[in-house]
């Protein structure tokens, strides 16, 4: 091999302009600087207060107040002619509410009251410490079932009702306090690690689960239902017990559901139409129970929701387990819900964030969320967050901050105080179809189909996730989800995509053959493209794939009677990461190729990539002439070489 | 914003060249085909058979032959000169094996025959289905120590010594089967979870834990040594029982450790007398033998190997547990061994392939080392795999082929048949200055330095490693370096870099304004590069990451007066996959921005972003104009944009 001197930047120029341009070496930085960008980039990159500077004391703690507590921000500039709005969306997310609280209640085993004590309280909190301002707050579903099944692992609801309530109230404690806990340590990154597909997968199995909960209500089965969820189960208790079903309850329950989707439709077609779909389940539950009461129909065996204690929240501090053997279930009971609620709320609330165009604040929503679980469990709530059906009609309704949450909270403590006998003769069927007709909005089969046009592995996922729910258990559905999300992760960095470049026709581009088909390959140099960092991982994968590239294109040239492949151009630019296998990795493709006659160089390389193979010596041993700042600049040069070595 | 068209590659030509090219839009492949692609590069990346096509069926059934035993394709070119090398350096290995044997036998805690009886089975089913020509097989001392952990948790290697055995051959049965299975299914990739530096932090680990508990043999303190491995347990059993030291063996194993670290300098100085250092172990076992046998030292308390059975090795088949309480618990020992097993040797047998330049196949070589496990605990030895000290030697002593495993087998096969009374005097402090000199050399201070030097992260994962396994236990070390290797990935993927782009002077490339200082921004555009695969774990991040940037750039531009940012071109190069959480995150950005009147514009989108772009609707949103093939061709479109909107 000639041994001529192309230095980068010092000589061979045209025009006066340079041919090649240096790779440049990133200013070198301290250990602690290099661990201070990388905690920065992973926990702060959304500072959680900006804007500080320049700002007197006083107006420093005002926005320390405002930013502890947005509801100071919001307040200050509030309208009578925003209340109004705030009101009316408040009064229909109430109404819709209400028979939700009931019914998802009983789907967690406790009685009807505390799902309406959950709307109360948990709301409140919310509207002062949160930042979303759309997101209606109270039980939802999913969680609902996900506790109740967790609980029923422990304790049975009937014959242990005292210590499940308790069970209940300690789940919601160290919920809020490892939803806290995540936000003010700023690692709300682990909700990321459930992926959009298995959440689809999730919730569409959850809500199906759901519905198929309800036909305990709908058929009247209150003696041999199941305690299991999944559909196998359920099958069998609904038609094991035939004799069991109730005509009455049918025919009501169906009616009511055909009604209500009839009112969804409708909305959906008519968007300014969405209050009809948001106080058709009060409108439904008040008909059922007029209905009721006029043909007492509970005396021909409709189940009724009966006494409903009256008052407002009582306290229940003294019920959690602070100690003892349920503690260390609770704990683990309230990481689970805690999670999935999380996950839920933080997922509503940066969606109608986009809609709006404004910004909500992962860590401090996650801050939010567990001040409101804590709060709850102190007052007889079980786990709330975010609810989806709540909080798209709060949305329609046009509701411009969290003082909705006031009013139905509001809403809510009026039926507490004065309106609790009224729903003595609501019957269960009823509920049934309320939480049927939300829960089924919930299985978006359209965003099914589009995963499954975007990427199969992540439909795979999103049907692992939706089948584990459905017929071994919500916990297993979302164990299946995670794992699923995680084996993804490994896979995608085991193995990274690799691509010969070729050139396009009158340019200095080089692209990916297989893409373009016009790129054309030089004669004696092979360009090759890494996508992605170079891993432990992946390292030994790599190795083997650039020398296999080698191998084969040596044989193409072989075949067609070409020059031989003198050059080996690894083009880095989607290499954003390397560690010490992948320096490894490069120095044994180096020493390969070498043996084989080929020069080996390295093009784009970025700062960290630069850092690490300095550290290693490579570029010293390597020589740093053989680093280009692109691949045309090393294509370049090494054809003048090749030039020269014929000549 | 006006509407001027400048579609690619449609118009604004200049000299007859094209202004832009048109981004390709790779050919559609059907789902059976898009599987395959992925299931090919997860699988079989290195295809197992090649070049079939073209032979006759006799042809082809040698291949497969030669395919399925590689000492067929070896012998068939073997001579006698080369079965010269082998011999000799077969003698010197197995001169090293003896003595090892014997003592790694005792960090299992099993009679020391069955280390001799591992080092003749095994080798001799490598060398039929091996690939690697310089690897040499036999019991190892991490493995042994892991082993016999395990075991230790079950029952006592003492009380229970049959038990013991069988459930030592059941672990390495088990092994076996997991090990070939991961080979056949060609998993091999599991191995490559374990990280380079996790690798070397536990490697160095384990070397001196079991150096410590060499301090047994040293000291002769077979009384009251503890049963655990961690460094606070082994100095309190060493320095809690002064009274029992015996200077002879104190004084005979140092001497001795001084012997053979100075053979080791010297061979390491003077590579041609590596066989110094290869000798030097079964020189000093002969010594010392002599020695105490002279002396009669075993009558005043010198601890001596004793009695070993004469004799082949015998069946073991009957005495594996196939079912039964112990078969689970083996079936774990033999997971983890074996994986640890595997990685040690994949390791060795690619590092001399990468010396002397040929390749060993993964997953074949988990095949043959699972054979070789199986037939091992058939034959009453236990879990064997490449050792790295005999491996070094036999390269070193210039061996070419398996062959040399055959002569090493056969020496241990006339030691076990004839030579055994003789190691009846041998002193364990003997056996304990070998082990002690042989694993220290692979604490590797140099390998740690320089991981510290490359990566932090790295770093911080090889002393998990260390810590866990010197201060915990050896299964504890591992499971960190696991777990620590496991985060890592995961950090990786959820935080990777972005960059904002600036033009090099003089040319129409763009590079990350950070490292080229030179580079500059082109005013009215912000030029955004993300680095890496957008997935659900960063979708949210690059998400935000990038509108973070549009609003700093609005902040610089309104400081300096200088043009509004109409255009946010996002380089695309590095991000070598999307998922649909990512598909999602670039509409939500291309929203956004839109609202901010400003045009999102996409540069060098690779294959499989094309794919899930277009199928998720996404480039008919944007328009196919707004994709381009470089940054430069975008920034160039957008200033002719921007200046026809000043005119």
Same mark, same amino acid.
């Given at each position: 091999?000639?041994?001529?001197?192309?230095?980068?930047?010092?000589?061979?120029?045209?025009?006066?302009?340079?041919?090649?341009?240096?790779?440049?070496?990133?200013?070198?930085?301290?250990?602690?600087?290099?661990?201070?960008?990388?905690? /920065?980039?992973? *926990?702060?990159?959304?500072?959680?207060?900006?804007?500080?500077?320049?700002?007197?004391?006083?107006?420093?703690?005002?926005?320390?107040?405002?930013?502890?507590?947005?509801?100071?921000?919001?307040?200050?500039?509030?309208?009578?002619?925003?209340?109004?709005?705030?009101?009316?969306?408040?009064?229909?997310?109430?109404?819709?509410?209400?028979?939700?609280?009931?019914?998802?209640?009983?789907?967690?085993?406790?009685?009807?009251?505390?799902?309406?004590?959950?709307?109360?309280?948990?709301?409140?909190?919310?509207?002062?410490?949160?930042?979303?301002?759309?997101?209606?707050?109270?039980?939802?579903?999913?969680?609902?079932?996900?506790?109740?099944?967790?609980?029923?692992?422990?304790?049975?609801?009937?014959?242990?009702?005292?210590?499940?309530?308790?069970?209940?109230?300690?789940?919601? *404690?160290?919920?809020?306090?490892?939803?806290?806990?995540?936000?003010?340590?700023?690692?709300?990154?682990?909700?990321?690690?459930?992926?959009h597909a298995t959440i689809i997968g999730f919730m569409g199995g959850a809500a199906i689960t759901i519905a198929l909960q309800q036909l305990k209500g709908l058929f009247n089965l209150f003696q041999h239902f199941t305690r299991h969820s999944?559909?196998?189960?359920?099958?069998?208790?609904?038609?094991?017990?035939?004799?069991?079903?109730?005509?009455?309850?049918?025919?009501?329950?169906?009616?009511?559901?055909?009604?209500?989707?009839?009112?969804?439709?409708?909305?959906?077609?008519?968007?300014?139409?969405?209050?009809?779909?948001?106080?058709?389940?009060? +409108?439904?539950?008040?008909?059922?129970?007029?209905?009721?009461?006029?043909?007492?129909?509970?005396?021909?065996?409709?189940? !009724?929701?009966?006494?409903?204690?009256?008052?407002?929240?009582?306290?229940s501090f003294h019920r959690i387990f602070f100690s003892g053997k349920f503690t260390a279930r609770a704990i683990k009971i309230g990481l689970v819900c805690g999670l999935v609620a999380l996950t839920e709320g933080l997922a509503i609330g940066? +969606?109608?964030?986009?809609?709006?165009?404004?910004?909500?604040?992962?860590?401090?929503?996650?801050?939010?969320?567990?001040?409101?679980?804590?709060?709850?469990?102190?007052?007889?709530?079980?786990?709330?967050?975010?609810?989806?059906? /709540?909080?798209?009609?709060?949305?329609?309704?046009?509701?411009?901050?969290?003082?909705?949450?006031?009013?139905?909270?509001?809403?809510?403590? !009026?039926?507490?105080?004065?309106?609790?006998?009224?729903?003595?003769?609501?019957?269960?069927?009823?509920?049934?179809?309320?939480?049927?007709?939300?829960?089924?909005?919930?299985?978006?089969?359209?965003?099914?189909?589009?995963?499954?046009? !975007?990427?199969?592995?992540?439909?795979?996922?999103?049907?692992?996730?939706?089948?584990?729910?459905?017929?071994?258990?919500?916990?297993?559905?979302?164990?299946?989800?995670?794992? !699923?999300? *995680?084996?993804?992760?490994?896979?995608?960095?085991?193995?990274?995509?690799?691509?010969?470049?070729?050139?396009?026709?009158?340019? +200095?581009?080089?692209?990916?053959?297989?893409?373009?088909?016009?790129?054309?390959?030089?004669?004696?140099?092979?360009?090759?493209?890494?996508?992605?960092?170079?891993?432990?991982?992946?390292?030994?994968?790599?190795?083997?794939?650039?020398?296999?590239?080698?191998?084969?294109?040596?044989?193409?040239?072989?075949?067609?009677?070409?020059?031989?492949?003198?050059?080996?151009?690894?083009?880095?630019?989607?290499?954003?990461?390397?560690?010490?296998?992948?320096?490894?990795?490069?120095?044994?493709?180096?020493?390969?190729?070498?043996?084989?006659?080929?020069?080996?160089?390295?093009?784009?390389?970025?700062?960290?990539?630069?850092?690490?193979?300095?550290?290693?010596?490579?570029?010293?041993?390597?020589?740093?002439?053989?680093?280009?700042?692109?691949?045309?600049?090393?294509?370049?040069?090494?054809?003048?070489?090749?030039?020269?070595?014929?000549?």
């Open positions: 091999m000639t041994t001529v001197d192309i230095g980068n930047g010092r000589n061979g120029s045209t025009e006066g302009k340079p041919l090649v341009h240096k790779v440049e070496m990133p200013p070198k930085r301290s250990f602690l600087k290099e661990v201070g960008s990388g905690v /920065r980039e992973t *926990f702060f990159h959304d500072p959680p207060i900006q804007g500080f500077k320049g700002l007197s004391r006083g107006q420093q703690v005002l926005q320390s107040l405002k930013f502890l507590f947005p509801i100071l921000d919001w307040l200050s500039t509030y309208s009578l002619k925003m209340f109004f709005k705030d009101f009316l969306a408040g009064l229909t997310i109430a109404s819709l509410a209400v028979p939700q609280d009931l019914g998802y209640a009983s789907l967690t085993g406790i009685p009807p009251v505390y799902g309406l004590y959950s709307s109360f309280v948990p709301p409140l909190v919310y509207a002062v410490l949160g930042t979303s301002r759309n997101i209606a707050i109270g039980p939802v579903a999913v969680v609902s079932l996900l506790l109740g099944e967790l609980l029923k692992q422990e304790l049975s609801p009937t014959e242990d009702a005292a210590e499940y309530l308790q069970l209940a109230f300690t789940a919601t *404690f160290f919920a809020g306090i490892f939803q806290a806990g995540l936000g003010i340590l700023r690692l709300g990154f682990i909700t990321e690690f459930l992926s999944d559909f196998v189960s359920v099958m069998r208790s609904v038609f094991g017990h035939i004799d069991e079903w109730n005509w009455r309850t049918i025919v009501m329950g169906l009616l009511f559901i055909a009604f209500l989707f009839s009112a969804k439709i409708l909305a959906k077609k008519k968007p300014k139409l969405f209050w009809i779909a948001a106080i058709a389940p009060l +409108t439904s539950v008040v008909v059922a129970t007029a209905a009721v009461y006029l043909t007492r129909a509970d005396k021909h065996g409709v189940h !009724i929701v009966g006494h409903v204690k009256k008052g407002l929240n009582p306290s940066r +969606t109608f964030a986009t809609l709006r165009d404004y910004r909500v604040d992962g860590n401090k929503e996650m801050i939010s969320f567990g001040f409101m679980n804590i709060c709850g469990s102190f007052s007889s709530c079980y786990v709330t967050t975010g609810s989806f059906s /709540r909080s798209s009609i709060n949305y329609a309704a046009g509701a411009l901050t969290p003082m909705a949450n006031i009013v139905m909270a509001s809403v809510v403590a !009026i039926t507490l105080t004065a309106l609790t006998p009224l729903v003595y003769y609501t019957p269960n069927c009823i509920l049934a179809s309320v939480i049927i007709t939300a829960v089924l909005s919930v299985v978006d089969v359209n965003a099914a189909w589009l995963i499954w046009k !975007i990427d199969k592995g992540d439909f795979l996922a999103c049907m692992g996730a939706f089948f584990g729910t459905l017929f071994v258990s919500v916990e297993i559905g979302l164990l299946v989800a995670v794992c !699923i999300s *995680f084996v993804k992760i490994l896979f995608h960095v085991t193995r990274p995509h690799t691509a010969i470049l070729g050139n396009i026709p009158g340019t +200095t581009v080089y692209r990916n053959v297989a893409q373009y088909l016009q790129a054309t390959q030089v004669p004696g140099i092979l360009a090759v493209r890494i996508d992605g960092p170079v891993y432990f991982s992946n390292a030994s994968y790599i190795h083997d794939k650039v020398l296999a590239y080698l191998e084969a294109e040596k044989l193409r040239v072989e075949k067609i009677n070409g020059p031989k492949v003198r050059y080996l151009v690894i083009d880095l630019t989607p290499v954003t990461n390397i560690d010490s296998s992948g320096v490894q990795a490069f120095e044994m493709i180096e020493k390969a190729v070498k043996r084989q006659q080929i020069q080996l160089t390295i093009a784009n390389p970025g700062t960290s990539i630069m850092r690490k193979l300095d550290a290693s010596n490579f570029i010293s041993r390597l020589g740093s002439e053989w680093m280009f700042v692109t691949v045309g600049e090393a294509v370049q040069v090494c054809t003048i070489l090749l030039n020269l070595q014929e000549a």
